[in-house]
């Protein structure tokens, strides 16, 4: 048996695991992301590999290691290795994958944390035998992943990168340094923020309990977020011939709350009801396992 690692860098945890070469996985671990980690992120990495593999052989577990997959969020860069910038999490230009594999003297794969949930969505989870669908994760920021005749879309660097489209030209500053950027407006560190400002306790869980019975200045602000979000998925939605929607973050934990008036805008934007709007299936996994499925793919 061989083993492959998956990292998967968030705004707030970092994700990883260990699985064998079919996938199963064998071991996982959960840590906090650092504030601002700027391009010591390739140590953060680097020790989160470490850790798995330490964990790994102290539960006898002595298969060697044949490849490492590190997905991060914002602008990147895949064929060149580049993680080219994050608002969030403070790094520009970073030679991510010449640097992670200056640490490991096995194949490395980089990717974006979207994409590659896409890509384990597609695989193992909720967009099996959908070859063309929208996945976007609802949760300290906002991106997109594309999936068109069976195959993810990755363009440039600024592929997917719904969360930086303006919304409300006046609205609330995003990290990017603009105003009113989607994720700004309609992510679930935006509502949360939104809900506070109101002078209410809580998040955006909070906000979407309080949604359900019917609070007036909840439903204003969840409305508005559903709307700014179709105002920029109609489009993506009309122009690929996107059949099924997947949303995945802390938001799409709401479940009919957010997915139900999410659909029945959609299909008023689109003029058409042939599109699904449905919770991913791999949680906060996804990034992870996908991040094995780009190891797999760097030894294949």
């Known amino acids: ?12 945890r970092i994700k990883s695991m260990l699985s064998d070469l079919d996938g199963s996985v064998v071991l996982s671990h959960t840590a906090s992301t650092p504030p601002r980690p700027g391009d010591s992120i390739v140590e953060v990495i680097a020790e989160t590999v470490a850790t798995l593999v330490q964990r790994a052989r102290a539960d006898g577990i002595t298969a060697p290691l044949a490849a490492v997959g590190a997905v991060v ?12 910038w994050s608002a969030n999490l403070g790094w520009r230009d970073l030679p991510l994958r010449d640097r992670l594999q200056e640490r490991f003297d096995v194949p490395v794969a980089i ?11 597609f695989r193992l989870g909720a967009a099996q035998g959908s070859p063309d669908a929208l996945f976007v994760p609802l949760g ?26 303006v919304v409300e ?39 979407s ?8 200045e909840a439903i204003r602000l969840w409305e508005g977020a559903i709307d700014a979000l179709v105002r920029v998925m109609a489009p993506v939605c009309a122009a690929a011939g996107t059949r099924l929607v997947l949303v995945g973050g802390g938001l799409a934990l709401a479940g009919a709350t957010l997915l139900d008036p999410l659909r029945d805008r959609l299909v008023r934007a689109l003029g058409h009801d042939r599109i699904t709007v449905t919770q991913a299936a791999l949680g906060d996994r996804a990034g992870a396992l996908g991040a094995t499925l780009l190891a797999m793919e760097a030894i294949a």
């Open 73 to 84: 969020p914002g602008l990147v860069d895949e064929v060149n290795g580049m993680a080219a």
């Open 209 to 216: 309990r309080a949604v359900e019975d019917g609070d007036h």
């Open 111 to 121: 990717g974006h944390d979207v994409r590659a949930g896409l890509l384990a969505e």
């Open 169 to 207: 030209p006046d609205g609330p500053p995003c990290g990017c340094g603009r105003l009113g950027c989607l994720e700004a407006v309609a992510s679930a560190a935006a509502l949360g923020r939104a809900w506070n400002a109101l002078g209410r306790d809580g998040d955006a869980e909070t906000l």
């Open 1 to 12: 048996m061989m083993l492959v690692a998956g990292v998967d860098v968030g705004g707030t």
């Open 140 to 165: 300290t920021g906002i991106a997109s992943a594309l999936l068109a005749g069976g195959q993810v879309v990755a363009g440039s660097e600024w592929t997917g990168e719904i969360g930086h489209v």
